[in-house]
Nanobody, 116 residues
Framework: QVQLVESGGNLVQPGGSLRLSCAASGGNFAYWTMNWYRQAPGKQREWVAD???????DYVDSVKGRFTISRDNAKNMVYLQMNSMKAEDTAVYYCSARMPWGTVYWGQGTQVTVSS
């Protein structure tokens, strides 16, 4: 069974930085496309970033230049480094994994709050 567990969510001041982690288990992590999504209160879940099995990345425009997604295949971990954070980054952040055959799995989410 594929399982994803996010951690690292916290309260951070505007302009600050935070790194989220996602621990994956249950399969061949190196072959999975990994994603970060976020959901702010009262809003629809929003795609944030992808990292593919070959290491290529993609980001939503609002976080380009500020967020970096990365993966460590030896540790079955994916990360989201968030810099220059803004109030609008406040959300529950979710890790997801897409299998080569298309099935998508989700973590439980971790709360990120940007406030002074």
């Amino acid at each position: 069974q594929v399982q994803l567990v996010e951690s690292g969510g916290n309260l951070v001041q505007p302009g600050g930085s935070l790194r989220l982690s996602c621990a994956a288990s249950g399969g061949n992590f190196a072959y999975w496309t990994m994603n970060w999504y976020r959901q702010a209160p009262g809003k629809q879940r929003e795609w944030v970033a992808d990292i593919f099995s070959g290491g290529n990345t993609d980001y939503v425009d609002s976080v380009k230049g500020r967020f970096t997604i990365s993966r460590d295949n030896a540790k079955n971990m994916v990360y989201l480094q968030m810099n220059s954070m803004k109030a609008e980054d406040t959300a529950v952040y979710y890790c997801s994994a897409r299998m080569p055959w298309g099935t998508v799995y989700w973590g439980q989410g971790t709360q990120v709050t940007v406030s002074s």
